[in-house]
């Protein structure tokens, strides 16, 4: 009879770590795309507020209209430093969430060959024992009388 596998604890509880990693590392990565989504907003939005601004100073502006542009270009442009700050902080923390994840599944796989080497081990000395038994009932069948 085969026996289980002593670390079977073990490598569940590394299987539920390198699960939770995953899903980590899923989060990570979709709060990145978020934020680059959002900065690729802002940016597409400062450029066409920059345009009416040409458009509009094209026609003549009154000095409030001016500063009135301005500002708000200014403030665009702060949404977007904050923006990139985020997408910065993101993308390292996806980096650090891949390098989790990797030493978890690193971890998984070492325990995965200790169980497979456990269960082979224990296949070839079942199929020894097999094999004996089988040896034993032909000799013992060749010496029974006829």
Known sequence: MVKPFPLQTILE???????????????????????KARLELLLGYREDYANRFREASKNGLTQREWHNFQQFLSRIDEA?????????????????GQQQWREQRKKLKAFDTLSARHFA??????????????????????????
């Open 13 to 35: 509880l590394m299987q539920d770590r390198a699960d939770e990693a995953t899903r980590n590392l899923a989060r990570l990565i979709a709060n990145e795309k978020e934020a």
């Open 80 to 96: 977007i430093e904050v923006q990139r700050g985020t997408v910065a902080t993101q993308a390292r923390n996806t980096a650090a």
């Open 121 to 146: 081990s224990e296949n070839a000395k079942e199929s020894k024992r097999d094999q004996k038994l089988q040896d034993e009932f032909a000799a013992r069948s060749k010496n029974l009388p006829r």
